[in-house]
């Protein structure tokens, strides 16, 4: 079991930036890829980012290169995701996620991932 708790969420003006951390309990951090996902009112949730167990691999979508970037501290338990050159379309509810498993591609589905924290808010004012 893992349990993942996100923060860094707020309000922020369009142009800023923000960095987001998600927190995991359990002593097997690093076996699991983590990837950010985002939900926006009324619209299916959305991958933004992920990064492999330990941290060499990065997946991305075109809406996510060069404004956001995503690490880890395997020894904090913690991924980050760093987001600058904010727009209003960024504001979404954004949740980080944990894959199990012994190989993991980076999967853009939410249904891949076997963990999922609470959600930490992003509001971007323009």
């Known amino acids: 079991q893992v349990r993942l708790v996100e923060s860094g969420g707020g309000l922020v003006q369009a142009g800023g930036s923000l960095r987001l951390s998600c927190a995991a309990s359990?002593?097997?951090?690093?076996?699991?890829?983590m990837g950010w996902f985002r939900q926006a009112p009324g619209k299916e949730r959305e991958f933004v980012l992920a990064i492999s167990g330990s941290g060499g691999r990065r997946y991305y979508v075109d809406s996510s290169k060069g404004r956001f970037s995503i690490s880890r501290d395997n020894a904090k338990n913690t991924v980050y995701l760093q987001m600058n050159s904010l727009k209003p379309e960024d504001t979404a509810l954004y949740y980080c996620?944990?894959?199990?498993?012994?190989?993991?591609?980076?999967?853009?589905?939410?249904?891949?991932?076997?963990?999922w924290g609470q959600g930490t808010q992003v509001t971007v004012s323009s």
């Open positions: 359990g002593r097997t951090f690093s076996s699991y890829g």
């Open positions: 996620a944990a894959a199990g498993g012994p190989v993991y591609s980076g999967s853009s589905y939410p249904k891949d991932y076997d963990y």
